[in-house]
């Protein structure tokens, strides 16, 4: 069982672990499911933000919704992909992770996602946590506390 010298470390805030909005790809409510599928397809990402007008954080899409949304009877209908707005096929239910929180709560959320959307107490989409740079964090405590001993 490792054991941490202090609660210092969980008790970090998270901002300065965030990859900033600015570095993030991202699609907007009413973008088509063509342009957010060429937008994951570019950047290579699994999911990527939706945010409104404002860049209010609104859900995720992946390339997985998109393509659940085009299949038809016994084809893939590709035809669609203009049509349907990101908006009518994103993901809302996700969980969030304020700006100001501690890292103790981004490693409980981070358990069953790849990365957090980090927003403001308006909703503005402020950038994404990764799971790696948790683990990159935690590893690095872990090796401090090898190295006191």
Do not use: W
């Not at 069982?1 to 570095?23: A, G, H, R």
């Not at 933000?49 to 859900?59: E, I, T």
């Amino acid at each position: 069982m490792i054991s941490l010298p202090s609660k210092d470390f969980l008790e970090t805030q998270i901002e300065d672990y965030i990859i900033s909005s600015e570095k993030v790809a991202h699609v907007q409510l009413g973008n088509s499911a063509e342009h957010a599928l060429l937008v994951l397809t570019k950047t290579g990402y699994s999911a990527i933000p939706v945010l409104d007008m404002k860049y209010r954080f609104q859900g995720l899409i992946n390339t997985q919704r998109i393509t659940e949304s085009i299949l038809g009877l016994d084809h893939i209908e590709y035809e669609k992909l203009p049509e349907i707005k990101v908006q009518e096929i994103m993901q809302t239910d996700i969980p969030l992770i304020k700006i100001t929180e501690r890292f103790q709560k981004a490693l409980d959320l981070l358990i069953d996602q790849n990365f957090l959307c980090v927003v403001d107490d308006d909703g503005l989409f402020m950038g994404i946590l990764t799971r790696r740079v948790v683990l990159k964090q935690l590893k690095k405590q872990i090796y401090q506390i090898r190295n006191n001993q």
